[in-house]
């Protein structure tokens, strides 16, 4: 007898550019639901094309929340803030009988919502309470970070100074709990180790620490095809009026320090959205009073450079939180059989690959259905399924070693970080240009032989004027 799932919800994960709000949409429209957003830089008013804003049109009618709702001059929202409103929205959902659907690339936000918090059994801690209960955290970030290291040096020395949202948080869970978040980890960590295999049967019932029955569809798009994508995404941004907005910002930011007599901390916020500062130098040569247009058009074209290769590296960022983090937690949730992995690498193929599959799966999950195997979708989910195996290095304090990069200033924590950043095209781009200048400065020192020469040339002269002067004397 089918088992339908009580409070059902279905999370649409994946990189930046894959497709997940078609994919939500389509849903939507489907199985009568509505879409709830969990990007963080969705949630700002206006600006549609910095932060990648799906159009009225491409919602079909769909109703949206958390999209669009917060000020320019709000702080981006703590996890706790957004758990809270995501919470209230699914409820308001479902009070009118439709089917919450959850979708965005911050899937720090989302795997807050769709697991109890894993601080929850802390003593004193309400895992929704507003972030605004904590004044300090919504301070400028160094005024954060100097509080974290008084009181947790260990999670301070873990994160890079402009990591804001890293920062917060760890401090967020001192505040709420009174112990370090570093110590708060590593007890987690403990209690983990001893629970039984997730394919173990309790007595009790289920493992689960899920808050809600929910179907994950993960929508995957292989890295180099992702990559043109996303590079060709930054140029009809440009075409859209990504430049217009980038002076609207600008507009605004000159008001509010002209108003407040302070200047807007550009290190968190809606000034986190890429694009911003990759075109900062542009903007300011735009200032000068007779710019040269050659200059002019090579920091525009250096600015679409920068900001694909931020794109790019940020889709890179969510594919290892999925697939490190994400997936873990599923697995020891004893959940890994409710995560489907959908293709979007081939869009001649969406449908047949994607849309299909999706609905296919959450028809059986909404009636409570037995699930096909996820592995059986494609090879790619089959392989991709497969948590990696360093989830551990980003929450055990044992294995963290701070490395900055000389070269670049970039700060590494842990072994896998400083590797990767090592291999990294802006590392060794850095690297180039350093041995460059390093040589130009060697081939511009004179040679030895020209240094001996110059010396004799000097003494001559100087023996010369020495003679010329006695010879003035005896006359």
């Known amino acids: 007898m089918a ?23 389509d849903l939507a429209r489907r199985f009568d639901g509505e879409i709830i957003n969990g990007d963080a830089m969705q949630l700002y008013e206006g ?87 904590f004044p300090i955290l919504e301070e400028p970030t160094e005024t954060i970070l100097a509080k ?155 600015g679409i450079e920068k900001t694909q290769s931020a794109t790019r590296q940020y889709a890179n960022r969510q594919l290892k939180w999925i697939r490190i983090k994400l997936l873990n937690a599923l697995i020891r949730a004893g959940q890994q059989s409710n995560v489907f992995l959908v293709d979007g690498t081939d869009l001649t193929k969406w449908e047949e690959n994607v849309v299909q599959p999706a609905l296919r799966v959450t028809e059986q999950f909404l009636a409570g259905q037995k699930l096909p195997s996820p592995s059986s979708f494609s090879s790619t989910a089959a392989e991709m399924l497969q948590p990696k195996r360093s989830y551990d290095l980003g929450q055990r304090p044992d294995l963290w070693q701070r490395r900055v990069c000389a070269t670049c200033g970039t700060v590494a924590v842990t072994e896998n970080d400083w590797a990767l950043h090592v291999k990294s095209r802006g590392h060794r781009r850095a690297v180039g240009i350093e041995k460059k200048k390093k040589n130009n400065q060697e081939a511009a020192k004179p040679s030895l032989k020209e240094l001996q020469r110059d010396l004799i040339d000097v003494l001559e002269d100087h023996v010369h004027t020495f003679l010329e002067y006695e010879a003035m004397r005896s006359d």
Request: net charge positive.
């Open 3 to 25: 088992h339908v799932p009580f409070q059902p919800l279905v999370a649409v994960v994946g990189a930046t550019g894959t497709g997940k709000s078609d994919l939500a949409v």
């Open 47 to 133: 600006l549609p094309i910095i932060t990648n804003k799906i159009t009225p049109e491409e919602m079909k009618n769909v109703p949206h929340h958390l999209l669009g709702c917060i000020g320019l001059r709000e702080e981006t929202w703590t996890v706790g803030r957004f758990v809270k409103r995501a919470l209230s929205a699914i409820e308001e959902i479902r009070v009118r009988g439709k089917l919450p659907i959850l979708v965005g690339g911050t899937h720090y936000y989302t795997q807050s919502l769709l697991f109890h918090d894993a601080l929850s059994s802390e003593p004193g801690l309400n895992t929704e309470q507003n972030g605004d209960q």
């Open 148 to 302: 974290l290291k008084e009181v947790d040096p260990t999670m301070a020395e873990r994160w890079h100074p402009n990591e804001r949202r890293k920062i917060q948080r760890s401090l967020e869970i001192f505040l709420k709990t009174g112990k370090p978040a570093s110590q708060v980890y590593s007890e987690q960590r403990l209690r983990t180790e001893r629970l039984p295999a997730a394919s173990d049967k309790l007595a009790t019932g289920s493992m689960t620490s899920m808050r809600f029955a929910t179907l994950i569809l993960w929508v995957h798009a292989e890295k180099e095809i992702l990559n043109q994508r996303l590079d060709r995404r930054v140029d009809k941004m440009l075409e859209r009026g990504l430049l217009d907005e980038l002076e609207m910002l600008a507009r605004f930011k000159q008001e509010h320090d002209a108003k407040s007599g302070t200047t807007v901390d550009q290190s968190r916020g809606i000034w986190m959205s890429i694009g911003y500062k990759e075109f900062l130098d542009y903007r300011k040569a735009l200032t000068e009073p007779e710019p040269s247009a050659t200059d002019l058009q090579q920091l525009k074209t250096k």
